[in-house]
Nanobody, 125 residues
Framework: QVQLVESGGGSVQAGDSLRLSCTAS????????MGWFRQAPGKEREGVAQ????????YYAASVKGRFTISQDNAENTVYLQMNGLKVEDTAMYYC??????????????????WGPGTQVTVSS
C-alpha cells in the first residue's frame, strides 16, 4: 500500500519561500515518477514539477521555472519542492503524486495513480 504525505504548506507573503515535503511509504520504483501538482479554486489541477527516477530528469511548468526546485532524498523516501519568490498566483492546494511506471516524461495528471491529501499554500501581497 503506497501512501504519500505532504507537509510544509502555509501562509506567506509574496517574495517569501516555502519548502514542501512529500514522504512516501510502500513505494519505490526505479522507473517511476513523482511530481507536485496544484489546484486553485475553480481551476484544473496542473503540474508544477516532476522527477523521473530512472534518469533523475526534472520538469518544471513554465510558470514556476527558475523559482521552484524539485529534489529527492532516496534514503528518506522523500521528495521536496523548494519554492522561492512566491507569487500570489502560486496560491493553491499542492499535491504530491507518484506513479510506478513513467513511459512518457513529463507525465500527465492521469498517469499518476498515487496521491497525497494535499497541503495548502497561500501567498498574500
Amino acid at each position: 500500500q503506497v501512501q504519500l504525505v505532504e507537509s510544509g504548506g502555509g501562509s506567506v507573503q509574496a517574495g517569501d519561500s516555502l519548502r514542501l515535503s512529500c514522504t512516501a511509504s510502500g513505494y519505490f520504483y526505479s522507473s517511476g515518477c513523482m511530481g507536485w501538482f496544484r489546484q486553485a479554486p475553480g481551476k484544473e489541477r496542473e503540474g508544477v514539477a516532476q522527477v523521473y527516477f530512472g534518469t533523475g530528469s526534472t520538469y518544471y511548468a513554465a510558470s514556476v521555472k527558475g523559482r521552484f526546485t524539485i529534489s529527492q532524498d532516496n534514503a528518506e523516501n522523500t521528495v521536496y519542492l523548494q519554492m522561492n519568490g512566491l507569487k500570489v498566483e502560486d496560491t493553491a492546494m499542492y499535491y504530491c503524486a507518484a506513479t510506478s511506471v513513467c513511459r512518457l516524461f513529463p507525465a500527465s495528471v492521469s498517469t499518476y495513480n498515487f496521491w497525497g491529501p494535499g497541503t495548502q499554500v497561500t501567498v498574500s501581497s
